[in-house]
């Protein structure tokens, strides 16, 4: 039984059932299909918790995928995984490289800043405390009613 078989919730369910009826229908390629469902797979191990799980499902994936914006969907939750398990350096690569493939993406604006943050404040670094301020400017530029807690640590910081 697949991953997606399992979820006991009825929205996930519904959504299984509802991303398996379009990847059977939609025009695209076998490994964007394939890419797709990897992905799909991912995220719900990633849901669960099974990290190793998510991340095998996502390199499979960014093998296969060849959108750029999906790409950089996979990357970022990569980063996400990295970033959960403590290891903000791994997870700023991944933020970064996702960054790369899709500047707007605002959540990862966010999650660098919030590293940056972590780190500045618990070193003391004015430098990371700027980078951190850096990307928070972007992310509410790009979405000006989301991250009201960095909007207001920007307004304090200067």
């Not at 400017?137 to 979405?143: C, D, E, F, T």
Request: some cysteine; glycine content about 4%; hydrophobic content about 40%.
């Amino acid at each position: 039984m697949s991953r997606s078989q399992k979820n006991d919730n009825f929205i996930d369910k519904t959504f299984t059932i509802l991303a398996d009826v379009l990847v059977k229908i939609f025009p695209t390629s076998e490994d964007a299909k394939k890419a797709f469902t990897y992905y799909r797979e991912g995220m719900a191990a990633q849901a669960e918790g099974e990290y190793a799980q998510a991340l095998e499902c996502y390199y499979n994936a960014l093998q296969l995928e060849e959108d750029v914006i999906d790409r950089s969907y996979i990357i970022y939750n990569i980063g996400l995984i990295y970033a959960s398990n403590g290891e903000d350096e791994q997870a700023l690569e991944y933020y970064h490289q996702a960054l790369t493939l899709h500047p707007r993406l605002v959540q990862a604006l966010n999650n660098i800043a919030v590293i940056y943050h972590k780190q500045g404040m618990a070193l003391k670094d004015e430098q990371l405390l700027q980078k951190a301020a850096t990307y928070w400017r972007k992310a509410i530029q790009l979405a000006p009613g989301q991250y009201l807690e960095a909007q207001n640590w920007l307004k304090n910081m200067i």
